[in-house]
């Protein structure tokens, strides 16, 4: 079975701290994503990395940053933590193109 | 702009009724089209997915869909809904543009009453 494993179910932060949301996926992927889940909006893409070190970005970039060091580590870091980054974030894992994606159970993110 | 639409945002059904849950996109050419299903407290799994071939796909729980290339739609159906099936459901397409990069619509809550 494929697993992929987000550290942290519940975070609350404050407006401007540095956050880093980590992702481990347990299948060799090729493909990594990060998306925010937010009601009667769906899952929006930040950034997704196609290999190590290779990223590029999605729908709504701003504010967000990543870093894959190691292929089956994905990170999102948001620089300076806002208000509106109060969201679910979700991480996914996917072989290749064509194939499904594997999502994590999300992180509830609030920032106050 | 390119996107995926889903039509119904709320949809509630008695049991054993059935269901047809839209889903358009504007993307041309080949397209790979998926349903994920989101249960309460859990994370989003894959229902079924299309990527050539036969245009009725059928996943898992009973559900199936239809690729109508003409209409750019990707409709889920399922004839006889179960209290089980309440989750929120997402359509999603990968427009084939070299990455794999998944895009979702807005998704659409089912409630089914017992």
């Known amino acids: 079975d494929v697993k992929v494993t987000q550290s942290s179910r519940y975070l609350v932060k404050r407006t401007g701290e540095k956050v880093f949301l980590e992702c481990v996926q347990d299948?060799?992927?090729?493909?990594m994503f990060w998306y925010r889940q937010d009601p009667g909006l769906g899952l929006r893409l930040i950034y997704f990395?196609?290999?190590?070190?290779?990223?590029e970005k999605g729908d709504i970039p701003e504010g967000y940053s990543v870093s894959r060091e190691k292929k089956e580590r994905f990170s999102l870091i948001l620089e300076s933590a806002s208000t509106n980054q109060t969201s679910m974030y979700l991480c996914?894992?996917?072989?290749?193109?064509?194939?499904?994606?594997?999502f994590g159970q999300g992180t509830r993110l609030t920032v106050v | 702009a390119q996107s995926v639409s889903q039509h119904n945002h709320h949809v509630i059904l008695s049991e054993a009724a059935s269901l047809e849950l839209g889903c358009n996109y504007s993307y041309g050419g080949t397209v790979n089209l998926f349903w994920y299903v989101q249960y309460p407290g859990q994370h989003l799994q894959l229902l079924l997915k299309y990527f050539s071939g036969d245009p009725l796909v059928k996943g898992i729980k009973g559900f199936e869909a239809e690729f109508i290339k003409s209409k750019f739609s990707f409709n889920l159906r399922k004839p006889s809904v179960q209290w089980s099936d309440t989750a929120e459901y997402f359509c999603?397409?990968?427009?084939?543009?070299?990455?794999?990069?998944?895009?979702f619509g807005t998704g659409t809550r089912l409630l089914v009453s017992p």
């Open positions: 299948m060799d992927h090729e493909n």
């Open positions: 990395s196609y290999d190590v070190k290779m990223k």
């Open positions: 996914a894992s996917s072989f290749e193109t064509r194939t499904e994606a594997f």
């Open positions: 999603a397409v990968n427009p084939n543009t070299g990455f794999q990069k998944l895009v």
